[in-house]
């Protein structure tokens, strides 16, 4: 099993609609969770980080955690044609130090 | 401006030729780290730097080295290039580098390379 796994997608989700991005992982003692979003060509870039189990809101982005489950996720509401890009989600393995991220999920808005 | 710059942002090289990629941060993170990206986006670390020791040294090749001459920079040389390496590295800084670090990575644009 890979420390941590996505859904590679792609994606496809209706301009409007609640797109919803999962990742699970294979360490029970991950404490920190960030989800990033990369445009093609372009380098990751922070959307939102987790620690505590429940949801986190920032404006579009809700972040939800579930530490029994070993189950992150990403929705976003209200998507956009310019939310289309790479999601990829990062875990803290081994102890703490260091960061896996996922393959990643291609998400398209289509207008 | 730019907080964690990279150079060069491509590179063609042929096999077995020694080439270096540079990484520079200027917003006074303690830790850098250096992170290959396969075509398929997988996001691979290979290296992290706190306060210019190696803390985080992932299975990889011996061909490639990293130097960290001060915080603020972290190099990467690779020796005799493998076609295998053609890849996309992204040079990234946080300030931390336990669990607890706020904000994430910051990452560079990248230096995409290909081995000819």
């Known amino acids: 099993q890979k420390e941590v796994e996505q859904n590679s997608g792609p994606l496809s989700v209706p301009e409007g609609a609640i797109a919803s991005l999962n990742c699970t992982y294979s360490d029970r003692g991950s404490q920190s969770f960030f989800w990033y979003r990369q445009y093609s060509g372009k380098s990751p870039e922070l959307i939102m980080s987790i620690y505590s189990n429940g949801d986190k809101e920032d404006g579009r982005f809700t972040a939800q955690l579930n530490k029994a489950s070993q189950y992150v996720s990403l929705l976003i509401r209200d998507s956009q044609p310019s939310d289309s890009a790479t999601y990829l989600c990062?875990?803290?393995?081994?102890?703490?130090?260091?960061?896996?991220f996922g393959t990643g999920t291609s998400l398209t808005v289509i207008p | 401006d730019t907080a964690v710059s990279q150079t060069p942002k491509y590179l063609v090289t042929q096999m077995g030729n020694d080439k270096s990629i540079k990484c520079e941060q200027n917003l006074g993170h303690d830790t850098m780290y250096w992170y290959k990206q396969d075509s398929k986006k997988f996001l691979k670390i290979m290296f992290s730097y706190n306060n210019k020791e190696l803390i985080i040294n992932e299975t990889v090749p011996n061909r490639f080295s990293p130097k960290s001459p001060d915080k603020a920079h972290l190099n990467l040389h690779i020796n005799s290039l493998e076609l295998g390496d053609s890849a996309v590295y992204f040079c990234a800084s946080s300030q931390g580098w336990t669990a607890s670090m706020e904000n994430g990575y910051t990452f560079g644009s990248g230096t995409r390379l290909t081995v000819v």
């Open positions: 990062a875990v803290n393995i081994r102890g703490g130090n260091q960061f896996y």
